[in-house]
Antibody
Framework: QVQLQQWGAGLLKPSETLSLTCAVYVGSFSGYYWSWIRQSPGKGLEWIGEINHGGTTNYNPSLKSRVTISVDTSKNQFSLKLSSVTAADTAVYYC?????????????WGQGTPVTVSS | DIQMTQSPSSLSASIGDRVTITCRASQGISNYLAWYQQKPGKVPKLLIY???TLQSGVPSRFSGSGSGTDFTLTISSLQPEDVATYYCQKYNSAPRTFGQGTKVDIK
């Protein structure tokens, strides 16, 4: 059973950079896209972006200018950086493997990391 | 980019009722559609993928249908434990957009 474990700072000040990492345990890391998703308080799910083991990334156009997703294949980890955060970036952030054009979603999600942006 | 629109945004139904949630894509996505269930404070749970394939372990009262632009999630007999918010997601190509969610509760 694949497990995703995520971590990172949970309290940020406006203009700082959010940084989260997700480790994938057991199962194959290569051959798939690995995503970041967030959920603002009381709101729906928002797909932020994804990366594959080769480093190919895709981003949500609404966040693209501030998002960087990177991968460390030696550790089966991928990371999210979101720059210039504001209160609107307060959310629970999830890492997950959702479906792509070649693979159906397996239902693998991290536990979620609450991130609060406040001065 | 393709937009995903769910309806209704919320509904109340009685135990045992048949519940139907609709998801519409602004362009065709074949059957690259998943449905998730999220209970308050919990991680989303995959219910259905490929529009109609039930994820292992999901009760058979859940079913999905559709292809192209119009999709449906049906709960054949609503149970108390089905109180949750349901999301559709397209996954044929990026961005892997979610619908805005449908909140289901008991009347």
């Amino acid at each position: 059973q694949v497990q995703l474990q995520q971590w990172g700072a949970g309290l940020l000040k406006p203009s700082e950079t959010l940084s989260l990492t997700c480790a994938v345990y057991v199962g194959s890391f290569s051959g798939y896209y690995w995503s970041w998703i967030r959920q603002s308080p009381g709101k729906g799910l928002e797909w932020i972006g994804e990366i594959n083991h080769g480093g190919t990334t895709n981003y949500n156009p609404s966040l693209k200018s501030r998002v960087t997703i990177s991968v460390d294949t030696s550790k089966n980890q991928f990371s999210l950086k979101l720059s210039s955060v504001t209160a609107a970036d307060t959310a629970v952030y999830y890492c997950a493997r959702v479906g792509d054009g070649n693979n159906p979603p397996p239902g693998y999600w991290g536990q979620g990391t609450p991130v609060t942006v406040s001065s | 980019d393709i937009q995903m629109t769910q309806s209704p945004s919320s509904l109340s139904a009685s135990i045992g009722d048949r519940v139907t949630i609709t998801c519409r894509a602004s362009q065709g996505i074949s059957n690259y559609l998943a449905w998730y269930q999220q209970k308050p404070g919990k991680v989303p749970k995959l219910l259905i993928y490929a529009a109609s394939t039930l994820q292992s372990g999901v009760p058979s009262r859940f079913s999905g249908s559709g292809s192209g632009t119009d999709f449906t999630l049906t709960i054949s007999s609503l149970q108390p434990e089905d109180v949750a918010t349901y999301y559709c997601q397209k996954y044929n190509s990026a961005p892997r957009t979610f619908g805005q969610g449908t909140k289901v509760d008991i009347k």
